[in-house]
């Protein structure tokens, strides 16, 4: 099994900046990829960034240029810088991690709320 802890969330007002955290750990032998996934009230859970272990990132369309997401493969964890927030940014946030290319693990989310 393999345990991922998200922290980072909360309120910004438009514009400002959060960054969130993901540490995996437990049995991350052959740990792949790790991203970001974000699901707002009454919309399906989408991609935000995902990052491969050699440091390969894909970005929805939506938060590119705004958002980065960057790993440390030494501490097994994986951050996402958010910038320029928008109102519609705001959703809860789940980290992602695939483990052998095989099995995937979902963090418990961490509630992002833009609003002035």
């Known amino acids: 099994q393999v345990q991922l802890v998200e922290s980072g969330g909360g309120l910004v007002q438009p514009g400002g900046s959060l960054r969130l955290s993901c540490a995996a750990s437990?049995?991350?032998?052959?740990?792949?990829?790790m991203g970001w996934y974000r699901q707002a009230p009454g919309n399906q859970r989408e991609l935000v960034a995902l990052?491969?272990?050699?440091?390969?990132?894909n970005y929805a369309d939506s938060v590119k240029g705004r958002f980065t997401i960057a790993r440390d493969n030494a501490k097994n964890t994986v951050v996402l810088q958010m910038n320029s927030l928008k109102f519609e940014d705001t959703a809860v946030y789940y980290c992602?991690?695939?483990?052998?290319?095989?099995?995937?693990?979902w963090g418990q989310g961490t509630r992002v709320t833009v609003s002035s």
């Open positions: 437990g049995s991350i032998f052959g740990l792949n990829a």
């Open positions: 990052i491969t272990n050699s440091g390969s990132a």
């Open positions: 992602n991690a695939i483990v052998q290319s095989l099995f995937e693990y």
